[in-house]
T-cell receptor, first 112, second 112 residues
Framework: DTAVSQTPKYLVTQMGNDKSIKCEQN?????MYWYKQDSKKFLKIMFS???????INETVPNRFSPKSPDKAHLNLHINSLELGDSAVYFC???????????FGPGTRLTVL | GENVEQHPSTLSVQEGDSAVIKCTYS??????FPWYKQELGKRPQLIID?????GEKKDQRIAVTLNKTAKHFSLHITETQPEDSAVYFC???????????FGKGTSLLVTP
């Protein structure tokens, strides 16, 4: 009965490949997020979806494309992976507007 | 957009001492201020939060204070224990209420 889950937990791949990370929440939240945590531990918002609609798209290369098939799922697809994409990617969810966000366990992406 | 500054970046205390972490924010419209704890290799987890209509909130050994006029808020941990060792993040929602902006984190080490 995990609240926010992500797959895979680890992802090791070569430069230039395309990969996807999946996220699911069973909390009944209407808003989901993707964060990137770099090697210095800085947590940076990438995208946010509310009821399957994109509401935040920070300055992220267009190689990153989120997709929300329904309110409970938010996937992240990354094309043409680069070394600098290596990081931990966290999915999170919440009710919209000034509420606690619940984080998934993270996906550690390593690009070789 | 919202800018959250957090100090110090590292903090080392002896077991039983108190620890204080301070954050400032830029957007006067911000009205929700959570604190997250992230243990090594784990997800960020909410430990306490405060809304702008409250000046202080306490939960056992943890307390948060908010000064809206000065736009700063602080986390206070009393009687620290080795298991308090982790990275602590403050955050604030921007005026859209859609996304949390995180401080850069404070690495707290509690030595026995």
């Amino acid at each position: 009965d995990t609240a926010v889950s992500q797959t895979p937990k680890y992802l090791v791949t070569q430069m230039g490949n395309d990969k996807s990370i999946k996220c699911e929440q069973n909390l009944g939240h209407d808003t989901m997020y993707w964060y990137k945590q770099d090697s210095k531990k800085f947590l940076k918002i990438m995208f946010s979806y509310n009821n399957k609609e994109l509401i935040i798209n920070e300055t992220v290369p267009n190689r990153f494309s989120p997709k929300s098939p329904d309110k409970a799922h938010l996937n992240l697809h990354i094309n043409s992976l680069e070394l600098g994409d290596s990081a931990v990617y966290f999915c999170a969810s919440s009710h919209l507007y000034y509420n606690e966000q619940f984080f998934g366990p993270g996906t550690r992406l390593t690009v070789l | 957009g919202e800018n959250v500054e957090q100090h110090p970046s590292t903090l080392s205390v002896q077991e039983g001492d108190s620890a204080v972490i301070k954050c400032t924010y830029s957007d006067s419209a911000s009205n929700y201020f959570p604190w997250y704890k992230q243990e090594l290799g784990k997800r960020p987890q909410l430990i306490i939060d405060i809304r702008s209509n409250v000046g202080e909130k306490k939960d056992q050994r943890i307390a948060v204070t908010l000064n809206k006029t000065a736009k700063h808020f602080s986390l206070h941990i009393t009687e620290t224990q080795p298991e308090d060792s982790a990275v602590y993040f403050c955050a604030a929602y921007g005026d859209s209420g859609y996304a949390l902006n995180f401080g850069k984190g404070t690495s707290l080490l509690v030595t026995p």
